[in-house]
C-alpha cells in the first residue's frame, strides 16, 4: 500500500513556484463552481504519520482555498457529550452541508485504530468499526458527498528524521509533542494496522489516496492536484447515480517518478554461484512444502511481469522442488466463453487451492487491472472497484490459511527487445513471440503506470507483491525462490509470521490466531 | 420483519387457478428473453423455517420454468473438497453464467447461521461471515447479477402443525426428518437470528423478499409474480449503472390483505379504569427512569401514525412520568434549509440521546419512507435504500445502550373524519387541522401500503414496532405505555432482555454483552 509512497518524491522549488499560481486559481475556481452549484458537499480526510506534513497541509488549504467555505474540524479525544452516545455521533455532528468543503483532520478512522493500537478494543471490534464507516461512507456517496482520504506517508527513518529537525528549530519545536515520539516508537505497529484499515476502507467510492509526506513540494502540489482533479470530474457529472458508480480519478505522480523505475533491473550473478544457490534453495523448498504445519496451509504463488521477462523459467524452478501431486500450474490466458458469462474473478477462484496444496498463476486475475485496463476490455468504474475486489479474494484465502506472493518480474525495454530478437531466431522459442508482444510494448509507459498503480493499492502485508530485478534470469529466479522459502519459514516454523516488515501479519491484539 | 408474514395469508383454489396460466406463460417469456439478452445471471436464493414451502416451491419454479435453463443446487454440509477452502469456494463454483437461472436451495446464509446456532462459530464470526456476504453479493450485482432472496416464514405453531400434517399422511412422511423437528424446538433462536442475518444483509441491491408460507396456492404465486417482475425491471434496464442502483420492486400482498388491516382498532376501556391504569404505568415509568442501570442506557421513542391519531396525547402522557431535565421531544416536521443541505438522516443523529435520558421524536426519519415516498420527494431507489440506513442507525443507536421503541398510532378512516370534524369545530383545536392533513387523507390506501413495507423491513429485535390500536384513545395511550414500562424493566432488571419474543435481543453466544 505505501510502496509509491516511499521512494522518495519530490518538486524542486523552482518548478514548485511555477506551478503554483494555476493550480491556486483553478482551486478557487472548482470551490466558487462548488458552492454555485450547491448540490454536493466534499469531505477531505486528513490522516497519516505524524511529522510527514498533515497539519501544513491543512493550513496551506485554508490559506489557497477560499477559508469561508471550508469546515476544518480536528478531532482529539471525544468528550464526554460524545462519548455518551454512538461513537459516530460526533462525526455526523460535523458534516459539511452542499456546497462546501469539509476538512476532517484525523476522523473515525483514527479512533477506530487508537483504539485498537492502545488496546482498548479488540481486533474484532475494530474491523466492525471499519464496517460500520464503510456503510456510512456508502451512505454519504449515495447522498451525493464527494469523499477524499489523505494518508501522510513517511517511512520509519524519515519520520526519526522529520522529528529531529523540528526538534532542533526553536521556530518549530513545539510542533513536536511527547505523542508524537510515542507513535515513533510504535511506528510498525502503525503502519501495520493503518495497512489493514486501508485495505478494507479503500472502495471504489471513497478511496484513499497515498501521499509521499517527505518534500513539502511534492506534497502539497499532489494534494492540491488531486483536490481539483476529483472536484472537477465530480463537478462535470450530473446524474446522481452516475457519481455513485464513479470513483475520484487516480493522479500520477507529479514528479514523473514511478516505483518501476527505482529498480536496478541489471543484477550481477554467475551462473555457478547461481547453480550452487538454486539447489540450496530448491532443498530448502522441498523441506518446507513438506513441513507437518503446511498440511494447514496452502501456497498461492502469482507471477506477473513484462513480456518474456521470464515468468515461465522462474516457476520452473518452483516446481522442480514441488511433490508433482501437490501442485498446479494455472496459465491464465483471455477468458473463455464459458469464463466470460461468470463475474470476472469466477475463473480464478476456481483454482483456489486446497490444504497442503500449492497453486501457481502465470498470469492471473490482476489482468483486470493491467491488460484489460490499458487496452480498455473494461470500463474504469469496473477496473477500479476491481482493487478492493481483489484484495477481499485475497483476503479470504488468506484467512483460510493460504500463503499468497505476488512477483512482478521487471526487465528494461532493451532487455526485452534483446529477447524479442532472440525468440525470433531460435526456431523453437518462435511461438513464444507474437504480434500481440510487438503491440504491448508500444504501450510500455501505459502498462508501466498499471503496475505502479496495481502495485500501491494491492501489495498487502497478507499478500504482498515482491518487485524482481529480473534483467538477469539467474538473479531474478533466486530472488523469487528465497522470497517464498523466507515467506514459508516465517509462517510454518514461527507460527504467525516474523513479526514485522512488509511479510509480517497484522497485529492480532488478544484474540487467539485465527489458524494454526 | 416478520410482522405481514404472520397474518395468515391465503388465495382460494379457484383464483389461484384462474391466474396461474397468464402467470406461467409470462415467466416463460421473461426466461426466454434472460437467455436471449444473455448479459446477466439470476441468482434465487431459497431460505426459511422447515415445512415452509422451500421444497415444493423449488419443484415448482422447475416446473413452470423451462429446467434447460435453470442451475438448481442444494447445498447440504461441505464436503472435504470444500472444507480445505475458503468457505464462499463452493458458491463460487456454483453461480449461474449470464442468461440463466440458478437456484440456491440454501446457501451461505445457512451456513453462517446455523455455524453460530449450533455452536460452532461466535456471534463475531456469524457477522464477519454477513459482511463477507455483504461484499459478495455487492460484486455480483455489480458485475450485472440480479439476486432475489427468499425467506419462506412459518409461526411456530404454524410449524408444528404443518410437520404433524406431513407426517400422518404416508404419502408426505418422508418429508419430515428429525432434524426438521429438532429445529422446530430451536424455532425462537432460529428466528431471531434469521431476523438479525436478515437486517444486516436486506440492502437495496439485494433486498429479501418474505414469503407467508402457510398457504401453498399463496406462496406459489407470490414467488412467481416476484421473479417476474424483478425480471422484467432488469430486462428493462439498459445501462448497467442503473442496474447497479435499483433494487427489486416490492410486490404488495397477492390477497390484498394488509399488517394494518388486521388491528381491531375499536378496543374498549372507560375512563375511570384508564385513570387508573394510567397512574399506576405512570409510577412504574417514573422508577423505571431511575433505576440505577439506566445510567447506562437511553431511551428512543418514535411515534408515528395516522393524522389525529392522538399521538401528541401519548406523548404527554410520557412525558408526564419522567423528569423534565432528563427528556426532550422533538418534533419532526419537514426539513430545513440547513437540514436539506446534510445527509438525510443528520438532522435526527443529531438528537441521540446521552446516556441516562429520553428523546421522543413527534414523527421521525420515518418520514423517508412515508410521506417522502408517497408524494415522491425522494426518488424510489433513495427511499428503498433507506430501509438499511435506518436499521444502521437503529442499530448504532442500540449497541450504544438506547432501548428503541417505535409506535404506530392506527385510527380508522371513519374516526379520522370524526376528529377532523371535531377539530374543525373545537376553536382552540382548528390549528391542527390543515388542508394538508385532507390531501393525505385521500392517499389513504398509498399510505397504509407505506406503513406496512415499512413495518416489514423495520421491526427489529433491536428497535421493535409496537401497532397500537388507537380508536380508543385511552387504550392507546395506555398500550404504549405498558409497552415502553415493560421494555425498560426487560432491559433493566432482567439484564439482556426478557430472553425470546419481539423484544428480546439477539442471542449473544459466547461473547460478553457489550453494555451493562
Redesign the interface.
Known amino acids: 500500500m505505501f510502496e509509491s509512497a516511499e521512494i522518495g518524491h519530490s518538486i524542486d522549488k523552482d518548478s514548485y513556484k511555477a506551478a503554483l499560481p494555476a493550480l491556486r486559481e483553478a482551486l478557487l475556481d472548482v470551490q466558487y463552481e462548488l458552492k454555485e452549484k450547491?448540490d454536493f458537499?466534499v469531505l477531505v480526510l486528513i490522516h497519516g504519520i505524524d511529522g510527514a506534513g498533515r497539519g501544513e497541509t491543512l493550513n496551506l488549504l485554508n490559506e489557497w482555498l477560499d477559508p469561508r467555505l471550508i469546515d476544518t474540524v480536528a478531532f482529539d479525544q471525544p468528550n464526554d457529550?460524545a462519548r455518551?452516545?454512538?461513537?459516530?455521533?460526533r462525526y455526523?455532528?460535523e458534516?459539511p452541508?452542499?456546497?462546501r468543503l469539509g476538512i476532517f483532520f484525523g476522523s473515525y478512522y483514527s479512533d477506530a485504530m487508537f483504539d485498537y493500537l492502545d488496546g482498548n478494543s479488540s481486533k474484532?471490534r475494530f474491523?466492525?468499526q471499519i464496517?460500520?464507516v464503510q456503510?456510512f461512507e456508502h451512505?454519504?456517496v449515495?447522498?451525493g458527498?464527494l469523499i477524499i482520504k489523505f494518508w501522510f506517508h513517511l517511512t520509519r527513518e524519515q519520520q526519526k528524521k522529520r522529528l529531529k529537525t523540528l526538534e532542533k528549530d526553536p521556530a518549530t519545536a513545539w510542533r513536536v509533542s511527547p505523542g508524537d515520539w510515542q507513535h515513533y516508537e510504535q511506528y510498525a505497529e502503525i503502519r501495520k494496522s493503518a495497512e489493514h484499515m486501508i485495505r478494507l476502507s479503500n472502495t471504489a467510492y471513497a478511496p484513499w489516496v497515498m501521499i509521499d509526506g517527505q518534500d513539502a513540494n511534492y506534497r502539497s502540489l499532489t494534494v492540491g492536484q488531486v483536490l481539483l482533479a476529483a472536484l472537477r470530474q465530480r463537478l462535470q457529472l450530473d446524474h446522481p447515480?452516475?457519481a455513485?458508480?464513479e470513483s475520484a480519478p487516480i493522479v500520477p505522480p507529479l514528479d514523473n517518478k514511478l516505483l518501476l523505475e527505482t529498480l536496478a533491473l541489471d543484477q550481477a550473478l554467475s551462473k555457478d554461484e547461481y547453480l550452487v544457490k538454486l539447489e540450496e534453495l530448491q532443498g530448502r523448498l522441498n523441506r518446507l512444502t513438506r513441513h507437518p504445519r503446511f498440511a494447514h496451509h496452502s501456497l498461492v504463488l502469482v507471477f506477473e511481469g513484462n513480456d518474456a521477462a521470464g515468468k515461465g523459467g522462474s516457476i520452473r524452478r518452483i516446481t522442480q522442488a514441488l511433490d508433482a501431486r501437490r501442485y498446479r500450474v494455472v496459465p491464465v490466458a483471455a477468458p473463455t466463453e464459458?469464463e466470460?458469462?461468470?463475474?470476472?474473478?469466477?475463473r480464478f477462484?476456481?483454482h483456489?487451492?486446497?490444504?497442503?496444496r500449492s497453486t501457481i498463476f502465470d498470469r492471473s486475475w490482476y489482468g483486470r487491472v493491467l491488460v484489460e485496463r490499458v487496452e480498455g476490455f473494461a470500463a474504469e468504474?469496473?477496473w477500479m472497484?476491481a482493487y478492493y475486489?481483489i484484495n477481499?479474494f485475497e483476503h479470504?484465502?488468506a484467512?483460510?490459511g493460504a500463503i499468497v506472493l505476488k512477483f512482478w518480474l521487471a526487465i528494461s525495454q532493451d532487455e526485452q527487445l534483446k529477447r524479442f530478437q532472440a525468440r525470433e531466431e531460435t526456431g523453437f522459442k518462435r511461438f513464444k513471440i507474437t504480434d500481440e508482444d510487438w503491440r504491448n510494448r508500444e504501450r510500455w509507459d501505459d502498462y508501466k503506470r498499471a503496475v505502479c498503480d496495481m502495485i500501491d493499492r494491492t501489495s498487502t502485508s497478507q499478500a504482498p507483491w515482491t518487485l524482481v530485478e529480473a534483467n538477469n534470469k539467474y538473479f531474478a529466479r533466486l530472488k523469487v525462490l528465497r522470497t517464498v522459502c523466507d515467506a514459508l519459514e516465517a509462517r510454518l516454523e514461527n507460527g504467525k509470521g516474523k513479526g514485522g516488515g512488509r511479510n509480517g501479519e497484522h497485529k492480532n491484539g488478544n484474540d487467539k490466531p485465527e489458524h494454526d
Open positions: 450547491g458537499p457529550e455518551a452516545r454512538p461513537w459516530m455521533w455526523w455532528r458534516l452541508p452542499k456546497g474484532d474491523d466492525r464496517s460500520e456503510r451512505m454519504l449515495n447522498d458527498t447515480y452516475l455513485r458508480s464459458e466470460r458469462a461468470q463475474p470476472w474473478l469466477w477462484w476456481r483456489a487451492p486446497g490444504k497442503g468504474a469496473d472497484r475486489e477481499d479470504q484465502l484467512e483460510n
